[in-house]
């Protein structure tokens, strides 16, 4: 009885070992959609490839779908998702966990977001590179990732509007670079970013780019590791000063004010009209210019300020009731 108890042990030790096993140690290119299909075919058991992993139908086969690869849960090397024609999805790539190097998704016509890499948690390599996606709108997908090991680098995605997907990544182990995202408007997605962990900052060409002053940028501009670049983004982003400006406000802890005080239109040019409900009593105004100079004083306050005597920029405006300081960025068009 020993000895059979003791076959059935080896022989379901002999299964589970073999069901999930390492392979592929030089890696593997898939250029057709055949290949994807047949992966599990041609290679039984196979769920982690630690070598790198190359998908492209540059060579003219056409991918549409990584379904064949469902069974992958890690890869040593890198992951390099690289000029394919018809691909919409990445689903087929959910259980994998972790990339042990580089994470490069470009020259995608057609893929609108990373869905497929939910269950994605690190990436050890020296980099990730998201660029010339020209259908991307956000990075979700990547909300389980926390750790990148080196540069985060998304560039030329016409169509990005967020980086939402990345709110969960806690440390980079290199530069942080956005730029040329002409519909990236904020950066927030990159709060939680420990600042220590980012060797340099570029941050650039984002025409739509007006929100910069995320708590990761905020805490880097502060005290700098290396190298910043900021410019050529809309205003409130198209220099470190304004950025610095702006992030004055970031640390300030302010009870919810939008249902008691208003502050429009911003932008504007000529007038500025605060309105305040259930009583809230605005003693001052303040606004000063990038600089932190002080430039309005007003402590007779009516409905309507006359702001056109300040230049075109950015600015914060300050309100100070007896119980609270308010400052928000106001932009003079």
């Given at each position: 009885?020993?000895?059979?108890?003791?076959?059935?042990?080896?022989?379901?030790?002999?299964?589970?070992?073999?069901?999930?096993?390492?392979?592929?140690?030089?890696?593997?290119t898939?250029?057709?959609?055949?290949?994807i299909?047949?992966?599990?075919?041609?290679?039984?058991?196979?769920?982690?490839?630690?070598?790198d992993?190359?998908i492209?139908?540059?060579?003219?086969g056409?991918?549409?779908n990584?379904?064949?690869?469902?069974?992958l849960t890690?890869?040593?090397?890198?992951?390099?998702?690289?000029?394919?024609?018809?691909?919409?999805?990445?689903?087929?790539?959910d259980n994998?966990?972790?990339?042990?190097?580089?994470?490069?998704?470009?020259?995608?016509?057609?893929?609108?977001?990373?869905?497929?890499?939910?269950?994605?948690?690190?990436?050890?390599?020296?980099?990730?590179?998201?660029?010339?996606n020209?259908?991307?709108?956000?990075?979700?997908?990547?909300s389980?990732?926390?750790?990148?090991?080196?540069?985060?680098d998304?560039?030329?995605?016409?169509?990005?509007?967020?980086?939402?997907?990345?709110?969960?990544?806690?440390s980079?182990?290199?530069?942080?670079?956005?730029?040329?995202?002409d519909?990236?408007?904020?950066?927030?997605?990159?709060n939680?970013?420990?600042?220590?962990?980012?060797?340099d900052?570029?941050?650039?060409?984002?025409?739509?780019?007006?929100?910069?002053?995320?708590?990761s940028?905020?805490?880097?501009?502060?005290?700098?590791n290396?190298?910043?670049?900021?410019?050529?983004?809309?205003?409130?982003?198209?220099?470190?000063?304004?950025v610095?400006?702006?992030c004055?406000?970031?640390?300030?802890?302010?009870?919810d004010?939008?249902?008691?005080?208003?502050?429009?239109p911003?932008?504007?040019?000529?007038?500025?009209?605060?309105?305040?409900?259930d009583?809230?009593i605005?003693?001052?105004?303040?606004?000063?210019?990038?600089?932190?100079?002080?430039?309005?004083h007003?402590?007779?306050?009516?409905?309507?300020?006359?702001?056109?005597?300040l230049?075109q920029?950015?600015?914060?405006?300050?309100?100070?009731?007896?119980?609270?300081?308010?400052?928000e960025k106001l932009?003079?068009?």
């Amino acid at each position: 009885m020993k000895k059979l108890t003791f076959l059935i042990l080896l022989a379901l030790f002999i299964v589970a070992n073999v069901s999930s096993q390492p392979c592929l140690y030089n890696g593997i290119t898939f250029n057709t959609q055949a290949e994807i299909d047949n992966f599990q075919t041609n290679y039984p058991n196979c769920t982690e490839i630690w070598g790198d992993v190359e998908i492209s139908d540059a060579g003219g086969g056409i991918i549409t779908n990584l379904i064949g690869l469902n069974v992958l849960t890690a890869i040593g090397g890198s992951l390099l998702i690289d000029i394919n024609y018809a691909l919409t999805s990445l689903t087929g790539l959910d259980n994998v966990s972790s990339i042990g190097g580089d994470l490069v998704i470009s020259y995608n016509p057609v893929l609108t977001s990373l869905t497929g890499l939910d269950n994605l948690s690190s990436i050890s390599g020296s980099l990730v590179e998201i660029h010339h996606n020209p259908a991307l709108t956000s990075l979700t997908g990547l909300s389980n990732l926390t750790s990148i090991g080196g540069d985060l680098d998304i560039f030329w995605n016409p169509a990005l509007t967020s980086l939402t997907g990345l709110n969960n990544v806690t440390s980079i182990g290199g530069d942080l670079i956005i730029l040329d995202n002409d519909a990236l408007t904020s950066l927030t997605g990159l709060n939680n970013i420990n600042a220590n962990s980012i060797s340099d900052l570029y941050i650039y060409d984002n025409p739509s780019l007006s929100t910069c002053e995320v708590q990761s940028v905020c805490d880097y501009l502060a005290s700098p590791n290396g190298t910043v670049e900021i410019h050529d983004n809309a205003l409130g982003c198209n220099s470190q000063a304004e950025v610095d400006s702006a992030c004055a406000t970031v640390s300030i802890e302010k009870i919810d004010f939008k249902d008691e005080v208003s502050i429009f239109p911003n932008p504007t040019d000529k007038e500025l009209f605060i309105t305040t409900k259930d009583g809230t009593i605005i003693n001052e105004v303040n606004i000063y210019n990038q600089i932190g100079q002080r430039v309005l004083h007003e402590t007779r306050l009516t409905d309507v300020i006359d702001v056109s005597e300040l230049r075109q920029g950015m600015y914060i405006i300050e309100l100070v009731s007896d119980e609270f300081i308010i400052r928000e960025k106001l932009i003079i068009k």
